[in-house]
Nanobody
C-alpha cells in the first residue's frame, strides 16, 4: 500500500512564505503524476499544482506566479513552495499521486494564513 507523508504546514502571516513536502513510500518515478490539492472549510477539494513524471507542471490560476511545485530526487520528495500567501490560501493541503490506475492521498497538512 502506498503512503504519502506530508510535512511543513503551519501558521504564516499574509505575504509570507511556506513550503510543504510530500514523501511517497516508493519512488516518485513510479507515478504518472504527483501534486497538491487543497480543501478550505466548507469548500470542495481543488487542484493546486501537479508535476508529471516528465517534469511538466500545471498550476491553478489562483496560485500561478506565487506557488512552485518541484521534485527533490535525492530525497524522493515533491515540494510546494508557497510565496506571497493570502488568507484565502488557508486550507488543508493534500498530496496526491496517480500511477495510472489508482489515486493515492496523504492525510493532509494544515496551512493557515492569518495576521
Amino acid at each position: 500500500q502506498v503512503q504519502l507523508v506530508e510535512s511543513g504546514g503551519g501558521l504564516v502571516q499574509p505575504g509570507g512564505s511556506l513550503r510543504v513536502s510530500c514523501a511517497p513510500s516508493r519512488s516518485m518515478f513510479g507515478f504518472n503524476t504527483m501534486g497538491w490539492y487543497r480543501q478550505a472549510p466548507g469548500k470542495q477539494r481543488e487542484l493546486v499544482a501537479t508535476i508529471t513524471i516528465s517534469g511538466k507542471t500545471m498550476y491553478a490560476d489562483s496560485v500561478k506566479g506565487r506557488f512552485t511545485i518541484s521534485r527533490d530526487t535525492a530525497k524522493n520528495t515533491v515540494n510546494l513552495q508557497m510565496n506571497s500567501l493570502k488568507p484565502e490560501d488557508t486550507a488543508d493541503y493534500y498530496c496526491n499521486a496517480y500511477d495510472g490506475v489508482t489515486d493515492y492521498w496523504g492525510q493532509g497538512t494544515q496551512v493557515t494564513v492569518s495576521s
